[in-house]
C-alpha cells in the first residue's frame, strides 16, 4: 500500500512538471504612454501593442501612426476590427477590408479629419 501511494504521489508530482515549467514574458509590460516595441518584452508574444491615440487628448493622435502593423493570418471579424478602431478613438469606421497580408485596412475619422487606419492580427492599431 505504502508503495502504491509513493508511485502515486510520484505521478502526480511529474504530471504537473509540464505546468511548472510554462515559459512566462520577459520585459516589462507597456503602461505609462511606454510603447510595446520599447517594453523590452517577448517578441513573439502575441499581444497588441499600446500605440493608441487617446480619443481625450488630441495630441497623442500621432502616435498611433508609429505603430507597426505585422502581416499574419488575422482571425479578427471586421465587427471586432471595427470596435477595436472605435475603442482607440476612431469614429465613423468605413470601408473595412481584410488585404492579403492579413491587415484589416479601412478609412475613419479622428479629430475632424480622415484618416486611412489599419489593424494587425496581434490587434495592433495604426493610423497610415
Known amino acids: 500500500m505504502r508503495l502504491t501511494l509513493t508511485a502515486l504521489a510520484l505521478a502526480t508530482l511529474l504530471g504537473a512538471s509540464p ?3 510554462q515559459t512566462t514574458p520577459t ?3 507597456a503602461p505609462d504612454a511606454t510603447t510595446s516595441e520599447k517594453s523590452g518584452g ?3 508574444v502575441t499581444r497588441p501593442n499600446t500605440d493608441r491615440p487617446d480619443a481625450n487628448n488630441p495630441s497623442t493622435t500621432g502616435t498611433a501612426s508609429s505603430a ?3 502581416e499574419g493570418s488575422n482571425s479578427f471579424t471586421e465587427a471586432q476590427t471595427r470596435k477595436r478602431l472605435e475603442d482607440a478613438g476612431y469614429k465613423d469606421v468605413k470601408e473595412l477590408k481584410k488585404d492579403d497580408k492579413g491587415i484589416w ?3 475613419a475619422m479622428m479629430n475632424g479629419k480622415s484618416v486611412n487606419v489599419g ?3 496581434k490587434g495592433n492599431v495604426a493610423a497610415q
Open 27 to 29: 520585459g516589462k509590460p
Open 105 to 107: 485596412r479601412g478609412a
Open 119 to 121: 489593424v494587425d492580427f
Open 19 to 21: 505546468a511548472l515549467s
Open 42 to 44: 517577448q517578441e513573439a
Open 68 to 70: 507597426k502593423l505585422e
